[in-house]
């Protein structure tokens, strides 16, 4: 294959949350593209499983379980990163949950729950693989946030919290590290058609009178081209946000929502 068809040729990616949803599909089309990945998630069996299907693209896949809020863990897996692939070229912060509750009698440990995962684990990880970068004085940062990080949203306080901090510690970072080679970016998708939104779909069931299908029906209304956004269009910016030619863009916050959200 030629340059243009392997843009990421000799590439060495680093993906959390990567064994489902848009983890799977971003590593899927790193893989694609030509870069060896660091697949980290919780669920060993899945990762597996996904490293031997990337691996028929002809590149590198090194399946690595650890709980990204965990700083220990955090610290053994980048090491473990960089005895495996000897560096890291693109990082994607893309492991995180979703629940809903109203603030009246919201728990505490649900709150602390969704801030560590979505928006601790993103501190610790950069902060664990950020020095090869800065070494080599290159390397992409690609955090996957959500149009929650620019507007507010009934009954997801939590959520909506940590994605907005999610956003803010991008930008932060982009300036930080603006003269180091690094750029570093968000991509914030609407509802996506993952397990994630088919987790939101039942509990929308279990707490009302809608049915799956009307649940369903209601988050694809929240993006005006009345669908539920594919993994694979967010995987597509990760994918541009990791190349070469994006080297000039740092500090963004990019939506992809079929135009629900427009700054």
């Not at 990421?8 to 990945?37: H, N």
């Not at 279990?206 to 269009?233: G, V, Y």
């Amino acid at each position: 294959m030629s340059a243009q068809d392997m843009p990421l040729g000799g590439k060495r990616a680093v993906i959390t949350g990567a064994s489902k949803g848009i983890g799977r599909a971003i590593a899927t089309a790193y893989a694609v593209a030509g870069a060896d990945v660091a697949l980290v998630a919780r669920d060993e069996g899945e990762l597996t499983a996904l490293a031997g299907e990337l691996r028929t693209h002809g590149g590198k896949a090194f399946p690595i379980v650890c709980d990204v809020t965990d700083a220990a863990a955090v610290g053994k897996m980048a090491e473990q990163v960089l005895a495996e692939m000897h560096g890291i070229d693109i990082l994607v912060n893309n492991a995180g949950i979703a629940r809903s509750h109203k603030l009246v009698g919201h728990p505490d440990e649900l709150w602390n729950r969704i801030l560590t995962t979505n928006l601790t684990s993103v501190y610790l990880v950069t902060k664990a693989l950020v020095q090869p970068m800065l070494d080599q004085r290159s390397g992409r940062i690609v955090n996957i946030a959500s149009i929650a990080g620019k507007v507010g949203g009934r009954y997801v306080i939590a959520y909506t919290a940590s994605k907005h901090g999610v956003i803010g510690l991008t930008r932060a970072l982009a300036a930080e590290l603006v003269n180091s080679g690094i750029t570093v970016n968000a991509v914030c998708p609407g509802y996506v058609d993952t397990p994630m939104t088919e987790a939101a779909i039942a509990n929308i069931t279990e707490h009302t009178a809608m049915s799956a299908e009307r649940a369903r029906d209601t988050l694809e209304r929240t993006n005006p081209q009345q669908r539920l956004i594919e993994p694979e269009e967010v995987a597509s910016v990760a994918l541009f946000l990791a190349l070469e030619t994006s080297k000039g863009i740092t500090g963004q916050a990019i939506n992809v929502d079929g135009g629900a959200v427009m700054f």
